[in-house]
């Protein structure tokens, strides 16, 4: 085997590994106009992207190979075009999963809980399992092909993202948007800490709806009320009823008495309140309801919270006081039911909110917290969107984008966690608050305000992990410092990442960069669905529907996978996924290395210079017009952002056009040898060359192992292979194709040759049908009309395309009758006139054709035998409906048989 002949089977084993690292050895992936090195130009506009961080201690699933394939595509496309192309790799430190991991380790392997260790000795066991695990994730993020810049990685925690969130933090605070006090929160009892809005998920259950007397004080009388938590009785604090409704009228203003614990609340009138759900009544619990704590903020209601932070009742609640909130439910009801209190309970379906991390329920409940109030920053936000400085792909998302700002909720930012940032705030011997960059800091504020040195002490909380993400696009960058990667990389370009993180990360990075650099942090907001499974539902355990990224990946080969993810894409659509289309998208991988593998061969064939150039065929002549109307159509929807679609038309060109029909032409074409061998392997040349530089972003392994064979055996050739710009050093650094302004000769071409496959498909289905063995060849009668010249021009390709006699095909403008003993078929305004005499032995197939149609009329007369008794009109009419349509498809079979057995006549 020559060094420039291919192996016959594309071994991505051997291959994937080889071909990163020469990618990265070589530097491919670090931008070029880097502002880091001399010479740095910083005119020249550069491609950006900051990757979505993923878990630190996360391993790869299916969203990350989304994300992965999506915005490395956008970067290997924009590096061969030419632009300055960075791609910033790193990850999260994801507060709540990592320090739930640990201490699942922890309790394994030592007994030991966080509160036993302390939090010194924890964050250290943490910082010891980032280092051990961390870089599980980024292997397997370069496994599938991510170009980035891995010399700029970077992580949620080190020192200078660190520097960032506390000056953010402390930039917030000094113009007030930064405030602690109590509020109504989510609260995890599970996890011990709040969590955000973003962060819990609905899911309906079936529970129930409690309904109970509450009596009024110092009367007889009661009003009914339902409830799907009795529990929360406890902390009630009114009941409220609708004003205008008549039945409570008389009630309003007077005093309510809580079950079991006799405490006297008022009855109050708001128009919150529904008349049509359970009794029209309403209790009203601040402590423990959002809409409640709403109302009481209307009525100057006080606010009871009757849980502490494991969810067990506090000493608000009476006797109950240190059940769990569900045994407190029974407890309670069953005391009332003891009283005579309730009235009955109902099947319910209950929207529970639950943890997204922990998955238990959620506990609405008043907490002293920090806050950042986000009306000003949301306003920014909004404005970028609506004045078409932030574009978001697909553009409904904005509808989506514009609710949520519009109605959104001061942000709950501190977290009761040890992982994570520490809110930079402490406080003096009498809780003043210092609020500083550094503890040093910190420590000067209160020496400067106390006239001495004290003791301070920070706030043990953590901040939620999306403040740090917020901030990703540019304190990856350098920021707060003014480093030259900020200021050339600052704004990026375009933000990639799911649509169910729009407002979790998005809008946060957007209201951020607007906050802290003035600057929208991007252009363009690319939004992918969720992979779902092949039946369109979401992946999960539970259905053990998930599919794993990396054995597809070791099973059939990271090309499949992301051509599979990519040509799959809609920009915000669901994919549903299945390894059958990551098994059809292997076959594509092995067609390519085929082809490439024909082309190499034919070239070798063929001469390095020609005496004489060769005019091109209809063939040279239609595979170019179509490699040049792909390339402009591949231009046009990678602008629009329509990469999925963009990737069909590669697969259909290479496959259905390239492979199947002009390999096939290009085969007879070199056979002739001389110039039109020379021609012809210069075209296949610049044609795989084109093909392999549009597929690179999309399959980049294949294609720049296939590309490095095909350029060695050019530059073996001589001259006449290298293109104008010369042969890059790899693929990942050439030049992305370019095609001339569309000329009308193309579609001429192009109109052509799909007349001359229309008669060769013709030809080839009538020998399908026949059972006509390959290889036999027959003699033909084209009547063409004016497209007579043309394919006259072109038998000798139409002959060996539909394997006819060279020698005895008639190409005619007209005739005068019809021949006889001929099939007649039609192709668009062509007639094919075919020998059947020649295609078949008429006796065997008269005998064939004779056999089949008794059969045929026996099935026939079956069917008209059962259809004409009683089964007609007993069977169902699906049934019945079935059996006609059988009798139908037999009756056009033995139509379709008589007509061929009059032909053989």
Not at 69 to 89: N, S
Not at 101 to 106: A, I, R
Not at 367 to 386: D, G, H, N, Y
Request: charged share 25%; glycine share 6%; proline share 6%.
């Amino acid at each position: 085997m020559t060094e420039t002949a291919l192996p016959k089977t594309y071994d991505f084993k051997a291959t994937e590994e080889r071909i990163y690292a020469l990618w990265e050895s070589r530097g491919y992936f670090r931008p070029a106009n880097d502002p880091r090195k001399p010479g740095h130009d910083p005119a020249r506009t550069p491609f950006v992207i900051s990757i979505p961080p993923p878990n630190v201690t996360g391993e790869l699933h299916l969203g990350h190979a989304v994300f992965v394939a999506m915005e490395d595509l956008m970067i290997r496309y924009h590096r061969m075009k030419g632009l300055p192309t960075l791609w910033v790799p790193g990850s999260d430190h994801a507060g709540i999963a990592t320090q739930l991991q640990v201490e699942k380790h922890l309790l394994q392997t030592e007994e030991a809980t966080r509160e036993e260790l302390g939090r010194e000795a924890f964050l250290k066991h943490t910082w010891e399992w980032k280092e051990k695990y961390g870089s599980i994730i980024t292997q397997q993020i370069r496994r599938l092909g991510a170009s980035c810049d891995w010399q700029r990685e970077r992580f949620t925690l080190d020192d200078g993202l660190s520097t960032a969130v506390n000056e953010a933090f402390v930039r917030l605070y000094e113009r007030g948007l930064i405030y602690r006090g109590p509020r109504l929160i989510n609260w995890s009892p599970g996890l011990k800490t709040a969590v955000s809005d973003l962060e819990v998920e609905y899911s309906e259950e079936p529970g129930k709806l409690f309904f109970f007397r509450y009596p009024l004080a110092d009367s007889e009388d009661f009003i009914p009320v339902a409830t799907t938590r009795p529990e929360s009785i406890l902390a009630d604090t009114a009941l409220a009823v609708h004003p205008d409704d008549e039945r409570y009228a008389r009630f309003i203003g007077q005093s309510a008495l809580v079950p079991i614990l006799d405490r006297r609340i008022p009855v109050i009138a708001d128009d919150y309140v529904d008349r049509e759900f359970g009794t029209g009544a309403l209790k009203v619990t601040p402590g423990h309801d959002i809409n409640d704590y709403a109302i009481g903020q209307r009525h100057s209601l006080p606010i009871i919270s009757v849980l502490d932070t494991e969810a067990r009742v506090n000493e608000n609640g009476g006797k109950y006081q240190g059940l769990d909130r569900f045994e407190a439910r029974k407890a309670l009801w069953a005391d009332m039911e003891a009283a005579g209190l309730t009235l009955k309970t109902e099947p319910y379906v209950l929207k529970v909110p639950r943890s997204q991390r922990g998955g238990e329920i959620v506990e609405p409940m008043i907490s002293t917290q920090w806050f950042v109030e986000i009306a000003p920053l949301a306003r920014q936000a909004l404005a970028a969107v609506r004045d078409g400085r932030i574009r978001i792909i697909p553009d409904h998302f904005e509808k989506v984008y514009f609710n949520w700002l519009e109605n959104i909720q001061d942000w709950c930012i501190s977290r009761q966690l040890w992982w994570g940032h520490r809110i930079p705030v402490w406080y003096g011997p009498d809780g003043q608050q210092f609020c500083a960059r550094t503890e040093k800091e910190a420590r000067a504020q209160a020496k400067a305000h106390y006239g001495k040195k004290v003791e301070i002490e920070q706030d043990p909380d953590v901040l939620d992990t999306w403040f740090s993400s917020g901030l990703w696009p540019f304190s990856t960058l350098g920021w707060p410092e003014q480093t030259p990667d900020l200021a050339y990389f600052y704004p990026t370009s375009v933000l990639e990442t799911g649509y169910d993180i729009l407002f979790f990360w998005v809008a946060r990075m957007i209201m951020m960069g607007l906050e802290f650099t003035g600057q929208p942090p991007f252009h363009t907001v690319y939004l992918h669905g969720i992979i779902r499974d092949e039946q369109g539902r979401k992946m999960s355990k539970t259905l053990g529907n998930v599919i794993d990224p990396l054995m597809v990946m070791d099973e059939l080969g990271t090309d499949a996978l992301r051509f599979t993810l990519l040509v799959g894409s809609t920009p915000g659509k669901d994919t549903n996924l299945s390894v059958k289309k990551v098994e059809a998208n292997r076959n594509f991988t092995n067609k390519l290395w085929n082809a490439g593998r024909l082309v190499l061969s034919l070239l070798e064939r063929s001469p390095s210079v020609a005496e004489d150039a060769a005019t091109p065929t209809l063939a040279d002549q239609w595979i170019a017009a179509r490699v040049h109307q792909l390339i402009r159509d591949v231009e046009r929807l990678f602008a629009a952002y329509q990469y999925g679609e963009a990737g069909r038309q590669i697969y259909e060109f290479f496959w259905s056009e390239f492979a199947d029909w002009y390999l096939e032409i290009a085969k007879l074409q070199v056979a002739e040898g001389g110039a039109r061998a020379h021609a012809t392997s210069r075209i296949l040349v610049d044609v795989l060359d084109a093909c392999l530089r549009l597929l690179h972003p999309f399959t980049p392994f294949v294609t720049e192992e296939l590309w490095q064979h095909l350029r060695r055996a050019c530059l073996e050739k001589g001259k006449r292979f290298i293109p104008n710009e010369g042969w890059a050093e790899a693929l990942i650094v050439a030049q992305w194709p370019q095609a001339p302004e569309a000329h009308p000769s193309e579609q001429v071409a192009i109109s052509n040759f799909g007349l001359l496959m229309e008669i060769v498909r013709a030809i080839r289905n009538l020998r399908a049908e026949k059972n006509i063995k390959p290889g036999q060849r027959f003699s033909a009668i084209l009547v063409a009309g004016e497209h007579q010249p043309m394919l006259a021009a072109q038998a000798y390709a139409l002959a060996g395309l539909a394997q006819l006699d060279s020698e005895r095909l008639v190409l005619e403008t007209a005739l005068p009758a019809k021949p006889a003993g001929h099939v007649a078929l039609v192709a668009g305004p062509v007639e094919i006139y075919l020998p059947l005499a020649e295609m078949v032995d008429p006796a065997e197939e008269g005998a064939r054709l004779a056999k089949d149609l008794a059969e045929t009329e026996k099935q026939i007369q079956r069917l008209e035998t059962l259809l004409g008794s009683d089964f007609r009109t007993r069977a169902p009419a699906e049934v019945v409906e079935r059996e006609l349509e059988k009798l139908a498809l037999f009756k056009e079979t033995a139509d379709r048989l008589k007509t061929q057995l009059g032909e053989l006549e």
